[in-house]
């Protein structure tokens, strides 16, 4: 008997040690397999939202195009008219939003909860609906301007991005990087030779207003980058919160709906209470009865422009949250040469295709593919330090 229990002890050893490496084993593929989903979904929402942002804009731009081809020769729209159309299509963000908290059975808000405080994203969400009032504002400006030179001047939001991401987002520009925006800064620099069938032209640009107008276009871009910066900066905090809480996953793209119908809820509510002090709401009563192809037309363009922008904010909110505001700001710029194609497509007895057009494109595609490039490698550097 004093033998036995030496020989019983050296059987059980190896069935406990036998488990513990399958194990082990078991769980390396499940966890390469739930990060190859993740890059996956990535790229997915990276695609989707490319071609929101890029098909809002172009809808949008030639809805604009049609309604100053069909005005009543009248060159004064109204101040505050084209920024409500950027923010009041939000009710339609509502359905897929409530959608997602029924097949959830989620009961609360992602920006909401976490370890954010109430102060925090009271101050955050007044900056936000602050900056985009003045995006959409300033961005008016364009009506009062050369076509030409609000293009050039606009871009500069580029520039304004790059600073501001260095500063605010900690981002680390690379070499493809800066020739992304190089080449995009190019695209947006060579759509201004182009011409915007319907968009205004001042030949009465006078001094007295020059700088004025020109100071209001820079401030425009500088919002629309500040607008950019601090809605990523919104969307790490979240993912930071989520990524140290062990009762939470990683925050899905529902939080860029969020963030979009409550910005967009103040900045309407600011907007009519403007309009309907100002006194703007009968000038648009004017404007429907004199355009040219009927009410009927004036309320579908308008429509229209409301839904384009809001699908055109789904894509760029999206790509900030997927990406970064700097990548965000590519794609919008480099859409530009899009539209310009498309409206001599479109109003081809206004304008034609020329040389400008094509540089514009080719610079363009090439900027997008460079960040495209940017994003795949350090995807691939990611995966080679994990398996590492």
Known sequence: MGHNQPIQSNPQEQFVQIPLNIEHRLTTPISLTSESNQRRNKWVTIIICTILAVTGQCIARLLENYYFLHRNLSRHRG??????????????????FLLHFLIKKQKQLLIFSGGTSFKQLAITYSCLCIYMFCQAFFFNVRN???????????????????????????????????????????????TLYTFSAGSPIYDSWTKSNKWGTIYVALCAAAFFSFLLCVIRQVFEEVISICNTSTNR?????????????????????????AILISGE???MKKEMDRFTKGEIAYVRTMVGQAVAWQIYWVGIVGLVFAVSAVFSNVISVCTWPIVSLLVVCFYDKYDHFDVFRGIALGAAALSVACYIYIIHKEKSDGDDQSTS
């Open 249 to 273: 996953k990683q925050p899905s793209f529902v939080v860029v709906l969020e963030l979009i119908i409550f910005l967009s809820l103040v900045t309407t509510i600011i907007l009519v209470a």
């Open 79 to 96: 101040i505050l008219t084209q920024p409500l159309l950027q923010v009041v299509g939000f009710p339609i963000l509502i359905f897929p």
């Open 144 to 190: 009062q301007i050369p076509f030409r030179v609000f293009t050039l001047i606009y871009t500069t939001q580029l520039l304004f991005t790059l600073i501001l991401s260095t500063c605010y987002n900690k981002i680390k520009f690379n070499r493809w990087m800066i020739i992304s925006l190089i080449l995009a800064v190019l695209a947006g620099a060579f």
């Open 281 to 283: 709401h009968h000038n």
